[in-house]
């Protein structure tokens, strides 16, 4: 209901409580500001997607959690999906969410030529039955990724952590790590599909990062553990 109210461009200061709600749509341009993750959260209780961006909307979410969303539309992005508009997630929590049957984004998918930013965010324990457990990149979409923490993400297929499929997207990466995440087909950590770029930096990693097809991995310096060594 705040976020329907809410004036093009403003910032809603969201409560430091625990909210059950989902199949929340943006569709203007919103600043939502919680009270730290551990203090804000929205609850989707498995009872559908947390949050939708769309019709071109610019957004920035800060200081909360984003758990337990539940995909069933076979569209992906278990917690979050952003279509062609822009998502900026900062001092965030993404964990518990999931998707029904052989469909990619656990957590999240940035699709249809979407863009933004995740800072200081911790992607964790997020589930897909096929590409990107816990981050879908798709569609010629592009994300930077910094200080963040991928954990515990699971995929039926490639990129347990993070997975770039279908045209020219790209991802970089850096100043984070990615642990204790699995991927059936490989790539339990990153995979780049297609003609997807992923760039990483300064980041650090316990599993396996693989380019598919003419996707393209790139060593941008300072990384650590099993890959870009």
């Given at each position: 209901?705040?976020v329907d109210a809410?004036?093009?461009?403003?910032?809603?200061?969201?409560?430091?409580?625990?909210?059950?709600?989902?199949n929340i749509n943006?569709?203007?341009?919103?600043?939502?500001?919680?009270?730290?993750?551990?203090?804000?959260?929205?609850?989707?209780?498995?009872?559908?997607?947390?949050?939708?961006?769309?019709?071109?909307?610019?957004?920035?979410?800060?200081?909360?959690?984003?758990?337990?969303?539940?995909?069933?539309?076979?569209?992906?992005?278990?917690?979050?999906?952003?279509?062609?508009?822009?998502?900026?997630?900062?001092?965030?929590?993404?964990?518990g969410n999931s998707?029904?049957?052989?469909?990619?984004?656990?957590?999240?998918?940035?699709?249809?030529?979407?863009?933004?930013?995740?800072?200081?965010?911790?992607?964790?324990?997020?589930?897909?039955?096929?590409?990107?457990?816990?981050?879908?990149?798709?569609?010629?979409?592009?994300?930077?990724?910094?200080?963040?923490?991928?954990?515990?993400?699971?995929?039926?297929?490639?990129?347990?952590?993070?997975?770039?499929?279908?045209?020219?997207?790209?991802?970089?990466?850096?100043?984070?790590?990615?642990?204790?995440?699995?991927?059936?087909?490989?790539?339990?950590?990153?995979?780049?599909?297609?003609?997807?770029?992923?760039?990483?930096?300064?980041?650090?990693?316990?599993?396996?990062?693989?380019?598919?097809?003419?996707?393209?991995?790139?060593?941008?310096?300072?990384?650590?553990?099993?890959?870009?060594?």
């Open positions: 209901a705040a809410a004036d093009p461009d403003s910032t809603i200061s969201v409560a430091p409580e625990t909210f059950t709600e989902s943006i569709t203007k341009n919103l600043t939502l500001s919680g009270e730290g993750v551990d203090q804000t959260v929205i609850d989707a209780n498995q009872n559908g997607r947390i949050l939708n961006v769309r019709d071109g909307a610019v957004v920035t979410i800060t200081g909360m959690t984003l758990r337990n969303g539940h995909d069933a539309s076979f569209q992906g992005g278990g917690g979050i999906a952003v279509w062609n508009s822009t998502l900026h997630l900062a001092t965030c929590n993404v964990s998707v029904a049957g052989n469909v990619g984004a656990g957590g999240l998918i940035y699709r249809e030529g979407a863009t933004g930013s995740i800072d200081d965010c911790l992607v964790e324990n997020n589930q897909a039955g096929k590409n990107g457990g816990g981050l879908l990149l798709y569609q010629g979409s592009s994300l930077t990724v910094t200080n963040s923490t991928f954990r515990g993400n699971s995929a039926g297929d490639v990129g347990g952590g993070l997975s770039a499929k279908k045209g020219d997207g790209q991802v970089t990466i850096s100043d984070s790590t990615f642990e204790a995440n699995t991927a059936s087909g490989g790539g339990s950590d990153i995979a780049a599909d297609d003609t997807t770029t992923i760039t990483v930096s300064s980041s650090s990693f316990q599993g396996e990062c693989i380019a598919n097809g003419t996707g393209t991995l790139t060593d941008g310096g300072g990384n650590s553990g099993t890959c870009f060594n």
